[in-house]
């Protein structure tokens, strides 16, 4: 059916480590994969986005990997500032509808 | 540009009431998403709008979520009677096109007592 496993569920990092989130899905068909971040009473925002004809995007200090294959797909943020504290969800098409993972609570500690 | 509204931010019902909620996309976006999220699980997939046209309902819970988006303009998600389960964070998402980048309203949270 169609399915997002997001780990971990939650992640605590000090200030300048990296974090890195796991998402897996279960259609072949699915061609992309967004990542949103959704801070505290805030909506949820897009960070950076991939599309199954690449295997990797980098954004300053986000980067996403893919692995078709697999079905796997990563969320890499480096040099992480206390900003970088949300929740993080993956997502991945299914025909013209996203599916969710259940999310990823990041804390980055000063 | 404004971005998708959602109406209202809050709402506390009573088990077996009525709630409508309303979404107000970005203009021009032919799909509108409904999502719910119930605490800490996933944004769960409620269903999806082409303009007017229902195009995907498959995550509706039951028969008593109706969803609507007469004129393919704003939609609106009625829940009759509420259940306490119906309890969440219910997201409204407009894009342009199926398949890209879905811009989320701030949600509304429900809670039924």
């Known amino acids: 059916g169609e399915n997002v496993e997001q780990h971990p569920s939650t992640l605590s990092v000090q200030e300048g480590d990296s974090a890195v989130i796991k998402c897996t899905y279960s259609d072949s068909a699915s061609n992309y994969f967004p990542w949103y971040k959704q801070e505290l009473g805030k909506r949820p925002q897009l960070i950076i986005d991939i599309r199954s004809n690449v295997g990797e995007k980098k954004d300053q200090r986000i980067a996403v990997t893919l692995n078709k294959t697999a079905k796997h797909f990563s969320l890499h943020i480096t040099e992480t500032q206390p900003e970088d504290s949300a929740v993080y969800f993956c997502?991945?098409?299914?025909?013209?509808?996203?599916?969710f993972g259940a999310g990823t609570r990041l804390a980055v500690h000063p | 540009e404004a971005g998708v509204t959602q109406f209202p931010s809050h709402s506390v019902i009573e088990k077996g009431q009525t709630v409508t909620l309303r979404c107000d996309p970005i203009?021009?976006?032919?799909?509108l998403y409904w999502y719910r999220r119930v605490m800490g699980k996933e944004i769960k997939f409620l269903l999806h709008f082409v303009k007017e046209s229902k195009q995907d309902e498959s995550g509706m819970p039951n028969n008593r979520f109706l969803a609507e988006r007469t004129g393919g303009t704003y939609s609106t998600l009625k829940v009759q009677p509420a259940e306490l389960e119906d309890s969440g964070v219910y997201f409204c998402a407009s894009s342009q096109k199926g398949g890209t980048e879905a811009f989320f309203g701030q949600g509304t949270r429900l809670t039924v007592v």
């Open positions: 997502a991945a098409s299914y025909g013209i509808k996203l599916i």
């Open positions: 203009s021009g976006h032919d799909n």
